[in-house]
Nanobody
Framework: QVQLVESGGGLVQAGGSLRLSCAAS????????MGWYRQDPGNKRELVAR???????YYVDSVKGRFTISRDSAKNTVYLQMNSLKPEDTAVYYC??????????????WGQGTQVTVSS
């Protein structure tokens, strides 16, 4: 089992910044990918940003240039620095990781979610 503990959500005015953190703990062979999804009421959960094990980063178009994903591999922790926040960034943000738990078996784990609210 893998546990993901998130922190850093909150309320901020448009144009402001927030930093999300997600720490993974438990038993696994390696982390394949680690990143953030978000979901607001009435919409599907969407991938916001993700890092692969070799450091490649993906961003959804709507956050490019504003959000930065980074990691501390020694702490199995991923960060999402969110700048120039917009009201449309308001959502529950979920940490996600895909880990190798056995020689040929990968599994997805999710955090509990943290609310990000951007006021106009």
């Amino acid at each position: 089992q893998v546990q993901l503990v998130e922190s850093g959500g909150g309320l901020v005015q448009a144009g402001g910044s927030l930093r999300l953190s997600c720490a993974a703990s438990g038993t696994f062979i390696r982390i394949n990918t680690m990143g953030w999804y978000r979901q607001d009421p009435g919409n599907k959960r969407e991938l916001v940003a993700r890092l692969t094990s070799d450091g490649a980063a993906y961003y959804v178009d709507s956050v490019k240039g504003r959000f930065t994903i980074s990691r501390d591999s020694a702490k199995n922790t991923v960060y999402l620095q969110m700048n120039s926040l917009k009201p449309e960034d308001t959502a529950v943000y979920y940490c996600h990781c895909n880990v190798r738990v056995a020689i040929t078996f990968d599994y997805d784990f999710w955090g509990q979610g943290t609310q990000v609210t951007v006021s106009s």
